[in-house]
């Protein structure tokens, strides 16, 4: 039996010795959750690399902003608890340094773990608190389903590290914190997040009823300013679907209701007219939170209005159907920006502008796409527009309970003015002709819905349009007069 445990015990020491323990790759990013549930609330990866030696290199690792609840107005902030920490390192600290098999990390707290320590041996894990590491056991295990070897540390704090040999540290126990890893991008594995292209990931069939309210603060003559909200609604059915490597089409059936006026601008939403196209490049410039990490400070919200800027942090979360969804945790009020390198009251930590009032509303679920955005109107910063998904069947299954809606009153099924472009594509010019000359307004749109161009005319039946300011690529035309709004795809080349 004596020599069964020691053979026991050289197996498990060659399952240490015999393999090299790479605990960050920098090829990948780490998911990790702080709460036992699929919430993705951290990820780690490296942001740069540089060479110290033959086998020894540092790597510095992403960082996080996190609002100062306890930050106290008297250092100069507009309340208690308006202030931000900005690059703030998250549990692995904000570098870590391998020598050989050797890993160093440091941030609030430095350590230090030996990946190729024998069963029983021990260290000193962090000096400064006098933690003591001893490497418990070690055994050949499934990872995310792929063959790997754990080693579990023991802390002399009573806490415990268990590491993989494939994908680094599994898990980071600090007190009464436990931080898990659900899975690995670059490896693939495990929990990840979505492709920005599955945000918007709709088949045929699938209705969505979006909500769009206008509200504008004004007073009346002699009066105090008060809100004013006009709401409208728009149904998108997904009739068609073309996949391509980077991008998705859809062919749509658009039915909408708008009231006679609208506060402030009309909003400018990318309605699926016809066509909805999503390519992922366009995707993460005009929606950059599906692409952040949770705890990463972005600068705007909505970008299809790129003059206003309301910075926020990203975070992640799970809905009720189990799927990633990314939202805003807003930072500032209004137009104002978060922070300037003269605001700063102590190292790292900046009060909000303003009085710290959360302005925008930001959600994304995955399959789902935008669930909710507020943003200002145009260049009015009295008028705030609303955008939720108050109703969604997907697949045939109802996700979120359609409104009650009158459809009748008010609603019009959306109709194709009866008009032509050409020559198309183009690269200079395009002539539109019209077969009932009336008052209209035009608009020409980039795929992910921003704005290119804008104009307007009346009573001619033909009229030529300079789109020479224009990159190379697909756009949407989009006519609006007393008939109604239609769309055609115009394509720019040269």
């Known amino acids: 039996m004596r020599k069964l445990l020691l053979l026991c015990s050289a197996l498990s020491c060659g ?3 015999a393999q090299n323990w790479a605990l960050i790759n920098p090829d990948y990013k780490y998911n990790y959750s702080n709460d036992g549930t699929d919430t993705i609330s951290n990820q780690i990866f490296v942001t740069q690399v540089d060479t110290l030696g ?7 690792l992403n960082r996080i902003a996190v609002v100062c609840d306890t930050c106290a107005a008297s250092l100069g902030g507009p309340c208690n608890g308006c202030f931000v920490r900005v690059d703030q390192p998250q549990f692995l600290g904000y ?14 707290d430095t350590f230090f773990i030996r990946t190729n320590a024998s069963i029983g041996s021990s260290w000193a894990y962090d000096e400064t608190a006098g933690t003591i590491a001893t490497v418990d056991t070690a055994w050949a295990a499934l990872s995310f389903s792929v063959p790997d070897t754990l080693s579990r540390i023991l802390l002399s704090t009573g806490d415990t590290l268990l590491l993989s040999r494939s994908f680094g540290i599994l898990r980071f126990d600090k007190g009464a914190s436990r931080l898990e890893l659900l899975g690995v991008h670059g490896a693939n594995v495990g929990r990840l997040f979505p492709d920005p292209l599955d945000y918007f990931n709709f088949h045929i069939g699938d209705q969505l009823t979006y909500s769009i309210k206008s509200v504008e603060i004004y007073a009346d003559p002699g009066g105090p300013a008060f809100p004013h909200q006009v709401q409208c609604y728009w149904l998108a059915i997904i009739t068609g679907r073309t996949d391509a490597p980077d991008s998705t089409t859809y062919t749509t059936s658009l039915a909408y209701t708008y009231p006679g006026s609208f506060a402030g601008d009309r909003p400018d939403w990318p309605m699926p007219i016809g066509q909805w196209t999503f390519n992922r490049a366009n995707v993460i410039s005009a929606h950059p939170i599906l692409a952040a990490y949770p705890g990463q400070i972005l600068d705007h919200s909505i970008s299809w209005n790129s003059w206003y800027s309301n910075p926020y942090i990203a975070k992640s979360g799970i809905n009720s159907n189990g799927r990633i969804t990314m939202y805003a945790q807003p930072l500032g009020n209004s137009t104002n920006i978060l922070f300037n390198s003269s605001a700063e009251v102590i190292p790292g930590v900046y ?7 959360a302005f925008a509303q930001l959600k994304y679920d995955e399959d789902l796409g935008v669930r909710n955005v507020q943003y200002l109107a145009s260049n009015l910063a009295n008028v705030e527009i609303d955008v939720e998904l108050v109703g969604a069947i997907i697949d045939g299954d109802t996700v979120i309970q359609p409104p009650v809606i ?24 395009v002539v539109i002709q019209f077969e009932h000359p009336e008052t209209s307004t035009w608009k020409i749109l980039d795929l992910s819905g921003r704005l290119a161009l804008k104009g307007k005319w009346a009573s001619d039946m033909q009229d030529v349009i300079d789109v020479s300011s224009l990159q190379t690529g697909t756009y949407l035309f989009e006519l609006t007069s007393l008939n109604g709004r239609g769309t055609r795809q115009l394509v720019i080349a040269r």
Do not use: H
């Not at 033959?54 to 510095?60: G, I, K, L, N, P």
């Not at 570098?95 to 609030?108: A, H, K, L, M, Q």
């Not at 009158?406 to 010019?429: K, L, R, Y």
């Open 54 to 60: 033959v086998d020894s290199f540092r790597y510095e």
């Open 406 to 429: 009158n459809w009748s009153v008010g609603m019009e099924e959306q109709a194709q003015n009866a008009f032509q472009i050409f020559p198309n594509p183009t690269s200079d010019q």
């Open 351 to 357: 009060p909000f502008v303003g009085n710290g009032v």
């Open 95 to 108: 570098e870590c340094i391998r020598s050989g098999t050797d890993w160093f990390f440091n941030g609030v």
């Open 15 to 17: 399952l240490l010795s």
